[in-house]
């Protein structure tokens, strides 16, 4: 009997140190669980409060603090008000800053609900699912006098970008997990290798740009879930 009540309390006792243990742990991953993704047509997501855990751990930008070089300037704000907020539940007020282009345009990379977004301080936005960016779909491009834009997001690990042409290669080097360069070629497709191997897309380009207002953006659409 006597061994017997002292199985009982060793068992006890790891039951409440396997609890502490579980409990440390939640204490000590801020970062929620990776929601549904938010349905763009219904615009009548939840913002979110947080980037989410599969978001931190593809990049490394959302796992810092927010700062005061990252907020977005009035334009940008107004832009994700528009659309990806209540398509997608993107908060600008998690925005952190990736890169400043030599043109001096920013480019910012804003979480949202099971979607990432990449924000330009020119009120230009493109969002991707969270599980997309690793497999090398979060990318735009449009045209421009001189060629095609193209930026997108990567996860840690990558610090290079191809943009690949009929015989012609254009590179961009990846800060805070997004890129962006021009081309004066038509791409074809766009690659880079991480810690889980080479990621080609093919890409097709818009046509030229017409002469007057700015054309629009295109985003190459992933591949439907199976």
């Not at 039951?15 to 349905?39: D, E, I, K, L, M």
Request: proline residues 12%.
């Amino acid at each position: 009997m006597s061994g017997r009540r002292t199985l009982i309390k060793v068992a006890s006792v790891l039951a409440t140190a396997a609890s502490v243990a579980g409990v440390a742990v939640a204490a000590t991953t801020g970062a929620p669980p990776a929601p549904p993704p938010a349905v763009p047509q219904d615009r009548s997501a939840q913002t979110v409060t947080a980037a989410d855990a599969t978001q931190e751990a593809t990049m490394g930008v959302l796992r810092r603090a927010v700062g005061r070089g990252d907020t977005l300037p009035q334009a940008a704000r107004d832009h994700v008000a528009r659309g990806a907020g209540p398509s997608l539940g993107a908060n600008p007020a998690l925005a952190r800053l990736a890169l400043t282009t030599p043109l001096g345009e920013q480019l910012y990379v804003v979480p949202a609900r099971g979607w990432v977004c990449l924000t330009s301080s020119e009120a230009r936005g493109t969002c991707t699912p969270t599980d997309r960016v690793a497999e090398g779909y979060a990318v735009s491009l449009r045209p421009i006098p001189s060629g095609f834009r193209l930026s997108g997001l990567v996860p840690d690990g990558v610090d290079r970008v191809e943009v690949r042409g009929d015989g012609q290669v254009g590179t961009a080097a990846p800060a805070g997990n997004a890129w962006q360069t021009d081309v004066a070629f038509e791409p074809k497709a766009v690659a880079w290798t991480g810690p889980n191997g080479e990621r080609v897309v093919p890409v097709s380009a818009p046509p030229p740009a017409p002469v007057g207002p700015a054309a629009p953006e295109t985003v190459l659409a992933p591949p439907a879930a199976p």
